[in-house]
Nanobody
Framework: QVQLVESGGGLVQAGGSLRLSCAAS????????MGWFRQAPGKEREFVAL????????YYADSVKGRFAISRDNAKNTVYLQMNSLKPEDTAIYYC??????????????????????WGQGTQVTVSS
């Protein structure tokens, strides 16, 4: 049984930082691309960041580029999202997700929710102004 469990969300003031974690179990973690998505009230779930099997291959939504950093520790089956310079518009539920990493596929494939096999339950991030 595959489980993805997010943690680290909370309430922070604008300009602050948070670090989200997602612990995975029940899958061969190192074979999966890991993504972070977010969903604000009344909006669709949107892509935030991606890390492929190779930890050096990352990709970000334009809205978070330069502020957020995704990383993974394959020994701990965990993916992280370091969020700096947070803005009120970053307020959302943040989800991690796992997708079978197809070596020949470009990063764009993994910006789409339909490309992912497993999802966590989400963690709330609220940024106050």
């Amino acid at each position: 049984q595959v489980q993805l469990v997010e943690s680290g969300g909370g309430l922070v003031q604008a300009g602050g930082s948070l670090r989200l974690s997602c612990a995975a179990s029940g899958l061969t973690f190192s074979s999966y691309a890991m993504g972070w998505f977010r969903q604000a009230p009344g909006k669709e779930r949107e892509f935030v960041a991606l890390v492929r099997r190779s930890t050096g291959n990352t990709y970000y939504a334009d809205s978070v580029k330069g502020r957020f950093a995704i990383s993974r520790d394959n020994a701990k089956n965990t993916v992280y999202l370091q969020m700096n310079s947070l803005k009120p518009e970053d307020t959302a539920i943040y989800y991690c997700a796992a997708a079978t990493d197809v070596y020949s596929s470009g990063n764009y494939r993994y910006t789409r929710t339909g490309s992912y096999d497993y999802w966590g339950q989400g963690t709330q991030v609220t940024v106050s102004s």
